[in-house]
Every structure is written in structure tokens, then in C-alpha cells.
């Protein structure tokens, strides 16, 4: 139900319950188990659950499944108390420190017909080696490192995900490596703050061992980029006080890694990113990119943006729109802010009415798509490198793949050209796709 961090976690979670003899279905009628992932980043994401959770009740019921909740919302004390409560047919709960022992719940519950509660509130290792089944045979998803230490103040993840620790340099080659073998194409590199990539073990001295010179995010991008069959990496979230130049120099460098760089804004006004606590002015964020943009040939961003942030007035929201205008990003994702329960955000004093969040959350979005429009029109007469990534959705005589700034292409073309890269020249725009021709 959340990030892609979040989905990387639930392709583990399949791959230990196909191990022990499941499959996946998506009709909960047809289920034996019924498994949610969950998010707590929004409180949006969070009502998701409680909906879900009242439709299963009768089935659950009728037909004695087994329900099992885990992910980040678990971590959050005040949820487990509800659900225990309201929903007492859940029968496992497990937290993000836990997840490799879901089997081990699974089992307990069914042998011992049980509730499980297997929650811990400590900074979980790493466990490698878990079995995972992925959701697509071209583009794969690697975590690098799990946690979070910035506390931006609006931010609940720090305290669901524990403190930030790096994945050992081999074995995250090792996993691309096996993934290249596979015949993936395509590989994004995961993590809350990646271009932190292994700076808590340099300040805290704890031992990594250097594989193929990779001993900082910079160094990680180059070895991924030598690894034969990889045709492109992504990567996701750089926070942008921690973009250094040898990660700007990496990107230039690299040929396979994606010319679009997601680099979260939150907010364009410096007195806002204070309260944030995000560590960087308006100007900083401006100059970081004009540096990589003179930098990095061909560079396109996107961005994060949160409005209504407890205290934001008009003149500082229009910071952000500022921004917006002077960067035209390929892409914003637009959130209303949204109180977290033991963040400091949630302590603030002055929260903005819901209406003037709308309100605001309106004006950023027209904003965004009137550039959107235009931005596309940049592409058409051009061709485009499209990784295909098979048939289109809405229409199965169509083919649908990605640009390298991850703008959806639609164009007809043979089944066989699924899974590889292919020149197309783009002939129209619509907003949220554009159509090629061979
Ligand atoms: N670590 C990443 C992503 C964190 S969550 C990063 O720093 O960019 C993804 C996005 O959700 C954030 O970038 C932020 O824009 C948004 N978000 C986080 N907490 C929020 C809150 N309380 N209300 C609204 N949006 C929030
Ligand atoms: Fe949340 Fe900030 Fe950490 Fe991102 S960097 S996960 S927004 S605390
Ligand atoms: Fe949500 Fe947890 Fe990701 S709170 S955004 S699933 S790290």
C-alpha cells in the first residue's frame, strides 16, 4: 500500500509464502490469506486499510481465512490498539523489523490458531537472502539501505523504518549481477535518503567491506553501471543537501543511469524548510540546479511538494509556486500536508484550515499541468530511447514502454519487442502519455 520501498518489501513477502506453497490471487473470495503491506505516511493511506478491513469481516467469518497486517503502520502503537480493538479477527500483525520472520507468524497461527503480534521497536538488521518474487521480468527494484535519520518534522518514517543502515556493498552488486543474469533491463536502487549511502558506517566506523570500489553512493552508481545486460538505473530519494559533487560527476558519467533525477522540494520557501527541517534554503536548492543542470547533459527532474504545512502563509507558498515556474520540473507529486501523530508537525500550533490547503493544493496543480502541457510539446518530432515494457492497458493492439525521463510512450509495434529498448520518434502528446512510431 505505499512507497516502492514498500513494494519491494511485499515482493519479499510473496516470495517466502510462494516458498511455502501459496499463490497469489487478487479475489479475497478465492484467498486462504489475506495480506496487507501497509503504509502510514498520509492519512489517506492509512484509511485504505480500515475500508479493507471492514469488507473482510463476513469473509473471515464465513470461511475462517487467515488476515496478517504488517508494514509500517504496525510500528505505530496507536494503530495496533485500534485494530485490536475494532477489528479483533485480524489474526497476525507483524512490524518492519519483523518482516523476514512472517513465515515463522504464519506458521505459529496456523498451528497453534493464535493471534501473533510480532512487533519490535528496535533498529532491525539487514537479513539478505530472503526469497523474493518480483512483479515484472524486465525492471527491478534493489534496496540499498532501510531507515531514515532527518527527521523532517512533517515526517512519521523515521519513527516507523528505525535509523538509517546501508546494505554491504557485495551484496547488493551480487543481487544486480543475478538480476542482470535474469535478463532485467532495468534497476532502481531504493532508499529513503540513498545518497547517504553508507555515511552512517563511515561517522560511526562500522566495518563495511569495500567491494568493487563501491564505498559511497557515487562509487555504488559507477560499479552498477559497468554490469553487462543493465541497460538503465534509477534511483529513489536523493535528499539534496547530501547531493555532493561526486554524485553529480557519477550521473554525467554513467551512461546507464537515467538522466531523470527525482530531487524532493517540499516547499521553495526558506522559512518553511526551517520549520521542515530540511536543511537547505531556496537559494540552495536553486543553485544545486543550475549546477547539475550545467553538469549533466539532458538532465530532467521531478519533485516532491507538500502544501499547507502548519505556518505556511500566501507569500510563502508562492516561494514554492516560484520554484515550480523557474525549475519546470518533468513531473510533481503533490501532497496536502497531513498530521502525523509524534511528529513535531503535529505539535504546531498553527495548522492550516483544510480549505486553504485545497485551495493551495489547486493553484500548485494547475500550475504543474499548464507545464506539463508544454514541456510535452518539447518531445514531439524527437526520438526517444523506450524501454518496452509490454502491452498497453487500455489497449492490448498497443505496446507501452518508458523514455529515459520516465514519460509513458504508447506505439504499435511486435510482441517481441517487449523487454528490449527501441528508438521511437514521438508524433503526438496527451498530457499523461505521448505516442510513438517506429
Ligand atoms: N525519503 C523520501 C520520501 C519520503 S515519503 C524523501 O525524503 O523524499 C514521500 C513523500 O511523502 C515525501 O517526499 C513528502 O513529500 C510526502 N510526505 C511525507 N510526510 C508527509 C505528510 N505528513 N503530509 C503530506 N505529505 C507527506
Ligand atoms: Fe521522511 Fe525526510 Fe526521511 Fe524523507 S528524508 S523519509 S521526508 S524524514
Ligand atoms: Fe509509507 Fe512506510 Fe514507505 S510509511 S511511504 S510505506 S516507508
Request: overall charge neutral; aromatic content about 8%.
Amino acid at each position: 500500500m505505499g512507497c516502492q520501498l514498500n513494494e519491494n518489501d511485499s515482493e519479499k513477502l510473496c516470495g517466502m509464502l510462494e516458498k511455502m506453497g501459496y499463490d497469489k490471487t487478487e479475489d479475497t473470495k478465492q484467498a486462504d490469506i489475506v495480506l496487507f503491506n501497509t503504509c502510514c505516511v498520509r492519512e489517506n493511506a492509512e484509511d485504505k486499510l480500515f475500508g479493507k478491513l471492514g469488507e473482510l469481516k463476513k469473509i473471515k467469518e464465513e470461511k475462517g481465512i487467515i488476515i496478517a497486517i504488517g508494514g509500517c503502520m504496525m510500528q505505530e502503537k496507536h494503530i495496533t490498539d485500534k485494530i485490536k480493538e475494532s477489528y479483533p479477527f485480524v489474526d497476525i500483525l507483524f512490524g518492519t523489523h519483523t518482516l523476514h520472520r512472517f513465515p515463522e507468524d504464519l506458521y505459529q497461527a496456523l498451528q497453534e490458531k493464535r493471534k501473533q503480534e510480532d512487533i519490535i521497536d528496535i533498529d532491525g538488521e539487514i537479513h539478505e537472502g530472503l526469497p523474493i518474487k518480483r512483479e515484472s521480468s524486465i525492471k527491478a527494484s534493489v534496496t540499498i539501505m532501510n531507515g531514515c535519520n532527518n527527521f523532517c518534522s512533517y515526517c512519521i518514517v523515521p519513527y516507523v523504518r528505525g535509523r538509517e543502515r546501508s546494505r554491504k556493498p557485495r551484496a547488493i552488486i551480487e543481487e544486480v549481477k543475478e538480476l542482470a543474469k535474469q535478463g532485467y533491463q532495468e534497476i532502481t536502487l531504493l532508499g529513503q535518503n540513498v545518497n547517504s549511502y553508507l555515511r552512517v558506517e563511515k561517522e560511526k566506523q562500522i566495518p563495511f567491506e569495500e567491494y568493487e570500489g563501491v564505498n559511497s553512493f557515487a562509487t555504488l552508481l559507477r560499479a552498477i553501471n559497468k554490469i553487462e545486460g543493465i541497460q538503465r538505473i534509477r534511483f529513489v530519494s536523493p535528499h539534496p543537501k547530501d547531493f555532493t559533487d561526486d554524485v553529480i560527476q557519477a550521473i554525467a558519467d554513467c551512461e546507464k543511469v537515467c538522466k531523470l533525477i527525482h530531487l524532493p522540494l517540499q516547499s521553495g520557501n526558506t522559512k518553511v524548510l526551517k520549520e521542515m527541517n530540511r536543511k537547505y534554503t531556496k537559494e540552495q536548492y536553486l543553485n544545486l540546479v543550475e549546477k547539475m543542470k550545467n553538469k549533466i547533459p539532458n538532465l530532467t527532474l521531478s519533485t516532491d511538494i507538500i502544501v499547507g504545512f502548519p505556518g505556511e502563509t500566501e507569500e510563502e507558498f508562492k516561494d514554492t509556486l516560484d520554484v515550480v515556474e523557474k525549475v519546470k520540473f518533468e513531473q510533481v507529486y503533490m501532497f496536502i500536508y497531513s498530521r502525523r501523530i509524534g511528529t513535531p508537525g503535529d505539535k504546531m500550533e498553527n495548522q492550516i484550515p483544510e480549505e486553504i490547503k485545497h485551495q493551495r493544493f489547486n493553484r500548485l496543480k494547475a500550475l504543474v499541468e499548464s507545464q506539463i502541457e508544454e514541456n510535452n510539446q518539447k518531445y514531439i518530432g524527437t526520438t526517444q530511447k523506450v524501454l518496452v515494457e509490454g502491452e498497453s492497458k487500455n489497449n492490448s493492439k498497443m505496446l507501452t514502454g518508458r523514455t529515459d525521463s520516465n514519460k509513458v510512450v504508447i506505439f504499435e509495434g511486435p510482441k517481441e519487442w517487449i523487454g528490449t529498448m527501441q528508438d521511437l520518434k514521438i508524433v503526438s502528446e496527451h498530457m499523461w502519455y505521448l505516442k510513438g512510431e517506429k
